[in-house]
């Protein structure tokens, strides 16, 4: 079983989104399919191409050419499936439905051949408010275009419980951990200070000016927040705004981007991890997020406000209301306060969650 994947942007060595999908092409290695990765690719010399596995299969050139040219022209992945007769493409989408790529999956489906594309966040739509003009231009056009577009797909991977998305069937998974990657954190206890840890690429739907203003309102816990990611500009400037009215600059730390060592350190300092807070803002209420995953797989203590099927009975989850009120910091002390799970159970209650676990649906579908 031969599969080809598909993304429409360069690999990045330290980018989260760029080591799930390699996990991802592992998982499904694990599950017996013999997988090419197809990206683009930035050359020395600055000009772009599309590479299968490193090698080329379409040089774009430089500038404004090339940015034009890899969003219409899909022949030579059309051809380069056929020659080598692979049984499947799993694309991930990358809200660009138009014509282009319309008759790009209809080729491909013409070919024999099935596709699969994921939906890395599914609805979408409210993800795009306040993201500019030609955010806003990309998604009316993929609206215009996104029932036809996967009318010529076999199936649509969600990370929700949705049976079916513009029309197409679906493949339910969750985002996965690669455990080999995640180390176990120190399983730093609670010591009478609430060290809470947020890592992400912060966007309005984070919610952590509800945290702030939780903190601001309850200044008698004991409670430190250091938040750790890049993101939305104007996102963290609210926040700054935020802190220092409240005069929170010695509880509330904005860290910008960590790796490596220095990132594990920051997990095992904490003892509270901090998912997302507003989901609701963009009008998503039940998600897996990626990020959840690893903060268990860390083996720590977590909450949000969303929805997420496969955490919601977990003993070391605390959940927010799913609305604008600041986090009650109390409760969220008293639930730390009296947590006996240790760091080991935590990570041991999601191995199924592993990639190759969750992509095993895909290889299944594509036999």
Same mark, same amino acid.
């Given at each position: ?20 999908? =390699?996990?991802? *092409? ?5 599950? #017996?399919?013999?997988?090419? =990765? ?18 080329? %299969? ?17 022949? &030579? %992945? *059309? ?5 080598? $007769? ?5 694309? /991930?989408?990358? %809200?660009?439905? &138009? +014509? ?18 994921? !939906? ?7 993800? @795009?408010? #306040? ?7 990309? =998604? ?5 275009? /996104?029932? $036809? ?16 998305? @513009?029309?197409?069937?679906? %493949? ?39 945290? !702030? ?15 750790? #990611? &890049? ?30 060592? &220095? ?20 009008? !998503? ?40 009120? +600041? *986090? ?14 240790? +760091? ?17 649906? !895909? ?5």
């Amino acid at each position: 079983m031969k599969i080809l994947f598909l993304i429409y942007h360069v690999l990045v060595s330290h980018s989260g989104i760029s080591k799930k999908i =390699l996990s991802q *092409v592992e998982g499904l290695r694990e599950n #017996g399919a013999d997988v090419s =990765l197809c990206t683009l690719t930035l050359n020395a010399d600055g000009s772009k191409s599309r590479t299968v596995d490193g090698a080329s %299969i379409m040089d774009f050139g430089f500038g404004l050419k090339a940015k034009l040219k890899k969003r219409v022209s899909y022949s &030579d %992945i *059309v051809q380069f499936v056929r020659d080598n $007769r692979y049984d499947a493409v799993y694309i /991930r989408y990358d %809200i660009n439905a &138009d +014509p282009f790529t319309v008759r790009f999956v209809k080729a491909l489906q013409k070919a024999g051949v099935k596709v699969i594309v994921e !939906i890395p966040t599914y609805p979408y739509d409210g993800e @795009f408010k #306040g993201q500019g003009f030609s955010m806003n231009l990309q =998604l009316a056009i993929d609206k215009c275009f /996104r029932k $036809r577009f996967f009318s010529h797909c076999d199936s649509a991977v969600v990370y929700s419980n949705d049976k079916s998305v @513009f029309g197409c069937r679906t %493949i339910n998974i969750s985002n996965g951990v690669n455990f080999n990657s995640i180390p176990l954190a120190s399983g730093k206890e609670y010591d009478g200070t609430l060290r809470m840890l947020s890592v992400a690429n912060v966007h309005m739907w984070h919610g952590l000016d509800r945290l !702030i203003e939780g903190m601001a309102a309850n200044p008698d816990v004991n409670a430190v927040l250091h938040i750790v #990611g &890049d993101g939305i500009e104007s996102v963290f400037a609210e926040y700054r705004t935020l802190i220092q009215k409240y005069g929170l600059e010695d509880r509330v730390k904005i860290m910008g981007p960590m790796f490596g060592q &220095d990132l594990d350190n920051e997990f095992n300092w904490c003892n509270m991890a901090v998912g997302s807070l507003g989901r609701h803002r963009s009008g !998503i209420n039940d998600i897996k997020t990626l990020k959840n995953r690893e903060y268990a797989a860390r083996g720590l203590a977590f909450f949000y406000s969303e929805n997420d099927s496969d955490f919601e009975d977990k003993p070391y989850i605390f959940k927010v209301p799913a609305d604008e009120s +600041p *986090v009650d910091m109390k409760a969220l002390t008293e639930f730390r306060q009296s947590l006996l799970v240790t +760091p080991e159970q935590i990570r041991e209650s999601i191995q199924d969650l592993s990639w190759g676990n969750q992509m095993k649906k !895909i290889a299944d579908f594509c036999r």
